[in-house]
């Protein structure tokens, strides 16, 4: 199971945000994925494998993270930013967490 | 430049069977884990499974005895099948392309647009 927190982050544009993503058990930080997801949009690749950024992810997105404790980092929130985060197991059977949404203060 | 475009009936009645299809159009078929999820609206994703070039199937046990995912190699296209349909198999359903490269670390690239499927009597 994946749990991510806060359910919301609410944060002013140029702040900084802190996402978390923590696994009930160990899992490798090669499985672990995370995508933005804005409304009635698709799911986007942001984060790969913990820590990878996928092509064309501007660098104020990073990943880091290991064993059940994952983080991501938005460094500072531009207005296209504000939407919801999902973490990503990509095991055997891949699973997502509930998300974060990420909002306007 | 990859892109999924999928299409299917977006409204079922309770029992019936969904069916959705996913054209890829653009880069590379086999090699890949070609993937359905589903959100419910105003939900989280949920992975339903996912079918390679070859046929090999990996589903969501909760879903398992429900779905089927084929794949038509021959037009780049892959489908999606699940039976005995309740109220709360109503959600977006997506495709997308599971890639694992050489750095071997699987995600999911390329999104289709979303089908809303409705089951409702």
């Known amino acids: 199971v994946l749990t991510q927190s806060p359910g919301t982050l609410s944060l002013s544009p140029g702040e900084r945000a802190t996402l978390s993503c923590r696994a009930s058990?160990?899992?490798?930080?090669?499985?672990l994925v995370w995508y933005q997801q804005k409304p009635g949009q698709a799911p986007r690749l942001l984060i790969y494998?913990?820590?990878s950024r996928a092509t064309g992810i501007p660098d104020r997105f990073s990943g880091s993270g290991s064993g059940t404790d994952f983080t991501l980092t938005i460094s500072r929130l531009e207005p296209e930013d504000f939407a919801v985060y999902y973490c990503?197991?990509?095991?055997?059977?891949?699973?997502f967490g509930p998300g974060t949404k990420v909002d306007i203060k | 430049q990859v892109q999924l475009q999928q299409w299917g009936a977006g409204l079922l009645k309770p029992s019936e069977t969904l069916s959705l299809n996913c054209g890829v159009y653009?880069?590379?078929?086999?090699?890949?884990?070609w993937t359905w999820i589903r959100q419910p609206p105003g939900k989280g994703l949920e992975w339903i499974g996912e079918?390679?070039?070859?046929?090999?199937?990996n589903y969501n046990p909760s879903l398992k005895s429900r779905v089927t995912i084929s794949v038509d190699t021959s037009k780049n296209q892959f489908s999606l099948r699940l039976s005995s349909l309740t109220a709360a198999d109503t959600a977006v359903y997506y495709c997308?392309?599971?890639?694992?490269?050489?750095?071997?670390?699987?995600?999911?690239?390329?999104w289709g647009q979303g089908t809303l499927v409705t089951v409702s009597s």
């Open positions: 997308a392309r599971g890639l694992i490269d050489s750095t071997g670390y699987p995600r999911l690239d390329y």
């Open positions: 990503q197991h990509y095991g055997s059977s891949p699973l």
């Open positions: 494998g913990a820590s």
């Open positions: 058990q160990s899992v490798s930080s090669s499985y």
């Open positions: 079918i390679n070039h070859g046929g090999s199937t």
């Open positions: 653009g880069g590379s078929f086999s090699g890949h884990y």
